[in-house]
């Protein structure tokens, strides 16, 4: 992402060559209006318009983001209500399938906008418009759903991390790198960390109610050991992968189902290694940034699978007030604005822009790490679901399923794995959509568990 983010106070310029992107789905479930979707009422301001959006849910998050709106987005109040995807998803499909548009933006994952690309406007003059903005020209082709016209327009992204305080570094393995880790490796590391730490583990993943742990195992585990997500789910590959995470969890904390986010453990001192998303590790060396660091996943046998998630705003199609959202469009994605969200928010740009020096330590050092991850040799990019719609968080929970029944039930691995293909199936036979990478894609054709 950054090619030279590794000390604060470098010149940082974002790394253009892949994408990036961006995964939250957490946070309260809105309230519903009587036609089936989120309330869209909008602010108290006279003439705001309403953004309904799968991004910011956290409360500080959107509070912030709340605040970018209101001081760098000009010509009226834009009412900001994030949403589950599966509202999103319902709102828009309601709204425009009655013809009472009330959602003037949309701001979503690719997966949120796939299924719905003909309830949106076709936004190829305003892309053009913004030529100047210099998006990745693979991000902007993702952007260009079935039917060949621009759907969405690149927001932001961001991705998951590794965090270690430096007390952390003293067990590492002889040999090993921090920033270039296998798999077997880190379970060496929180091993031999924990038995020498008086039993205590110091390794921790999110793994709360409201924790993002089902994309370790869609985004970085499995495609790490099977190089793909479904179609190899039930693999003998995946039988390995899921046999690790047996061992690496009885090195892990178990506080871990408790914990939403791993700053404020990190915070804590809790734990002293953690993977998270990065605007949910970002808090952690704040305080203190020399006494941290941030590192690249590890790799596995089919390399280093990593986790892209893409997001962009777009507009439905009958919305209120389109040229006003339009505008809002041009102001997010204005090189200031976007370094706004950085700062504020940990989450990157997507357009050209030279990052300032005076960043937070924590932001420069993930962006450092997300580039690591990326220009990996043996990287593996994946996907998170896409064209699930409301079905997104049924296949999120098959691979939370698989985590309770495996390490924390201890069932045994084969029997777990066949089980939950099969309701895999039972879900993807229904929304009936191609796979997403690293499997296949092949347009027309099922995506299934082998």
């Keep these: 992402m950054a090619r030279h983010a590794g000390q604060p106070g470098a010149d940082l310029r974002l790394d253009r060559r892949r994408l990036l992107g961006l995964g939250l789905a957490a946070g309260a479930a809105p309230l519903l209006s009587a036609c089936g979707g989120a309330s869209t009422t909008g602010s108290d301001e006279e003439g705001s318009i309403t953004f309904l959006s799968t991004q910011f849910t956290p409360v500080e998050e959107r509070q912030r983001f709340e605040q970018i709106l209101r001081d760098r987005v000009s010509g009226g109040a834009v009412a900001y209500n994030p949403v589950e995807p599966n509202v999103f998803s319902s709102t828009i499909t309601s709204q425009v399938g009655a013809g009472r548009v009330e959602v003037s933006l949309a701001g979503g994952l690719h997966g949120d906008f796939a299924p719905h690309a003909d309830k949106f406007e076709n936004l190829d003059d305003l892309a053009g418009k913004l030529a100047d903005r210099k998006f990745p020209t693979d991000l902007a082709q993702l952007g260009k759903l079935p039917g060949g016209g621009t759907t969405y327009l690149p927001w932001m992204q961001a991705s998951y991390v590794l965090a270690v305080n430096k007390r952390a570094l003293q067990w590492l393995p002889s040999g090993a790198d921090v920033q270039n880790l296998t798999y077997d490796q880190l379970l060496t590391w929180v091993g031999d960390a924990r038995r020498a730490n008086g039993n205590k583990p110091v390794f921790g993943l999110p793994c709360g109610p409201k924790g993002l742990y089902h994309r ?140 300032p020096t005076d960043l937070p330590p924590a932001v420069a050092m993930e ?81 299934r568990v082998q």
Aim: with cysteine; charged share 20%.
């Design 216 to 355: 370790f195992f869609q985004g970085y585990l499995l495609p790490s050991f099977t190089g793909g997500q479904i179609t190899t789910f039930r693999g003998p590959e995946a039988v390995q992968a899921w046999q690790y995470m047996v061992e690496l969890w009885a090195q892990t904390a178990p506080a871990s189902t408790n914990y939403d986010n791993m700053q404020e453990p990190l915070q804590r001192g809790e734990v002293l290694i953690a993977w998270d998303h990065v605007a949910r590790l970002v808090n952690a060396p704040a305080d203190k940034p020399d006494d941290w660091i941030m590192a690249p996943a590890p790799r596995g046998p089919k390399g280093l699978g990593y986790l892209l998630v893409v997001a962009g705003l777009a507009i439905p199609k009958g919305a209120p007030d389109a040229d006003r959202a339009r505008q809002v469009i041009e102001a997010l994605t204005t090189p200031d604005v976007q370094l706004e969200v950085l700062r504020r928010n940990a989450f990157f740009p997507v357009v050209e822009a030279a990052l």
């Design 367 to 447: 962006a450092e790490a997300v580039r690591r991850q990326q220009d990996a040799e043996g990287a593996v990019l994946a996907l998170p679901p896409v064209g699930l719609g409301g079905k997104d968080g049924e296949v999120s929970q098959i691979f939370k399923n698989c985590f309770k029944e495996i390490c924390l039930d201890r069932r045994p691995v084969r029997q777990v794995l066949d089980r939950q293909a099969q309701q895999l199936n039972t879900i993807l036979d229904e929304v009936k959509v191609p796979c997403w990478r690293p499997d296949p894609v092949a347009a027309g054709q099922t995506c």
